[in-house]
């Protein structure tokens, strides 16, 4: 957040209105605090916990995007390099919160 000082100040302001300055945050504010959960959304999308998911496997060989899957291979999903990926989706290695507010188009 102290890379992106008018975003943090946006964060600010939203706990100001929902929470205001004389509250601790409640779960039940959690709801309402739609700019404030669409900055975790970004922070995880950018650098996931799990960068790799627990491998799976096919039941039956396959192929899939013409790559032969035989069966009881291990297959391991990279969430680190979908999530910035550039066919997938724009800018995806710039912090950009609003992707995550709906009606957005980032």
Do not use: C, W
Not at 45 to 71: D, E, M, N, W
Request: proline share 10%.
């Amino acid at each position: 957040m102290l890379k992106h000082p008018k975003l943090m100040r946006k964060v600010q302001e939203e706990l100001t209105e929902i929470v205001g300055l004389n509250t601790s945050v409640e779960e039940g504010h959690f709801p309402k605090l739609k700019y404030l959960e669409a900055i975790v959304k970004e922070i995880f999308r950018l650098h996931p916990p799990i960068p790799l998911l627990v491998p799976h496997g096919p039941s039956k060989s396959t192929t899939v995007a013409g790559y032969t899957i035989p069966k009881g291979a291990q297959i391991f999903l990279n969430v680190f390099a979908i999530h910035r990926d550039p066919q997938l989706r724009e800018d995806p290695s710039e912090f950009k919160p609003e992707r995550f507010l709906e009606g957005s188009s980032a």
